[in-house]
């Protein structure tokens, strides 16, 4: 499976992005998806999943209230609707996908198979 991340960029404080996770899998509805982050000198963490069966999220303590992950399995696409974006959220977002069964997830690197090469953003004014 080979994952696409995209949409990141440069956006002010309080503004919005939408990221996508483009999948090349046949199929996308079994795979449980991720979305990590990494900030220059900080060990990468675990933003938000959605289950592969699209029951079931997950979100870091501070993206709560401010992140939505969704995802189309028609268009074997992710998405995360980022909103209320602070300096803080200032990192590169990798998407990630594993082969997980169920209706919860777990933001663990180590739980998934298959990683993008990461979109950029940067909250600054």
């Known amino acids: 499976v080979q994952l696409q991340a995209s949409g990141g960029g440069l956006v002010q404080p309080g503004g919005s992005l939408r990221l996508s996770c483009a999948a090349s899998?046949?199929?996308?509805?079994?795979?449980?998806i991720a979305w990590f982050r990494q900030a220059p000198g900080k060990e990468r963490e675990g933003v938000s999943c959605i289950s592969s069966t699209n029951i079931g999220t997950r979100y870091a303590d501070s993206v709560k209230g401010r992140f939505t992950i969704s995802r189309d399995n028609a268009k074997r696409t992710v998405y995360l609707q980022m909103n209320s974006l602070k300096p803080e959220d200032t990192a590169v977002y990798y998407c990630a996908a594993g082969p997980i069964p169920g209706n919860s997830c777990q933001n663990l690197d180590f739980l998934y198979d298959y990683w993008g090469q990461g979109t950029l953003v940067t909250v600054s004014s």
């Open positions: 899998a046949r199929t996308l509805d079994i795979y449980t």
